[in-house]
Antibody, heavy 125, light 108 residues
Framework: EVQLVESGGGLVQPGGSLRLSCAAS????????MNWVRQAPGKGLEWVSY????????YYADSVKGRFTISRDNAKNSLYLQMNSLRAEDTAVYYC??????????????????WGKGTTVTVSS | SSELTQDPAVSVALGQTVRITCQGD??????ASWYQQKPGQAPVLVIY???NRPSGIPDRFSGSSSGNTASLTITGAQAEDEADYYC???????????FGGGTKLTVL
């Protein structure tokens, strides 16, 4: 069964750090690009960070750039998100998701087809 | 531009057809993907590419695109389709992903 399982969430004080993990199973993790996506309470989805299958290409949303670091260990089928200098506005459910892509004539498309159930991060004093 | 705009809420009568739209400059270069999210659950991919449905998604869900607007159409909406729907694409620079603000669909 194709599965992603996030862990590492919890309660942390403002300015603190947390490391999220995403364990992949049921597919060849090393072949897949990955995203982290978060959702603040009562709010919409927000893309956080992307990493290519080899880890050589990384992107961040402006809201987390300089504070969060995405990484992966293909030997361990795992994706990570190191979160530093946490703020109240980082409070959210954090999801990891696989990224797939394709093209049709002049159009490209990207989509996230496998999602974990999420892990909750609460930043509060 | 890195924004995708969706109507906050849409309603449809049971069994009728509803279209949910998503507007943004990046949609002139990228097809949107669409996600359904029910309360307390992770998002589920329902449409990607020109008009592709993942395995298990009913064929009442379809997608289309024209200019800077992508649309998700549900033909014959069912009670279980009541959910939040989000569109997503890369932004025009290709370095970011962006979600629309989401559309809450109510099936009456």
């Amino acid at each position: 069964e194709v599965q992603l399982v996030e862990s590492g969430g919890g309660l942390v004080q403002p300015g603190g750090s947390l490391r999220l993990s995403c364990a992949a199973s049921g597919f060849t993790f090393s072949s897949y690009e990955m995203n982290w996506v978060r959702q603040a309470p009562g709010k919409g989805l927000e893309w956080v960070s992307y990493i290519s299958s080899s880890g050589s290409t990384i992107y961040y949303a402006d809201s987390v750039k300089g504070r969060f670091t995405i990484s992966r260990d293909n030997a361990k089928n795992s994706l990570y998100l190191q979160m530093n200098s946490l703020r109240a506005e980082d409070t959210a459910v954090y999801y990891c998701a696989t990224v797939n892509s394709g093209s049709y004539y002049d159009y490209y498309y990207y989509y996230m087809d496998v999602w974990g159930k999420g892990t909750t991060v609460t930043v509060s004093s | 531009s890195s924004e995708l705009t969706q109507d906050p809420a849409v309603s449809v009568a049971l069994g009728q057809t509803v279209r949910i739209t998503c507007q943004g400059d990046s949609l002139r270069s990228y097809y949107a993907s669409w996600y359904q999210q029910k309360p307390g659950q992770a998002p589920v991919l329902v449409i990607y590419g020109k008009n592709n449905r993942p395995s298990g998604i009913p064929d009442r869900f379809s997608g289309s695109s024209s200019g800077n607007t992508a649309s998700l159409t549900i033909t014959g909406a069912q009670a279980e389709d009541e959910a939040d729907y989000y569109c997503n694409s890369r932004d025009s620079s290709g370095n970011l992903w962006v979600f629309g603000g989401g559309t809450k669909l109510t099936v009456l």
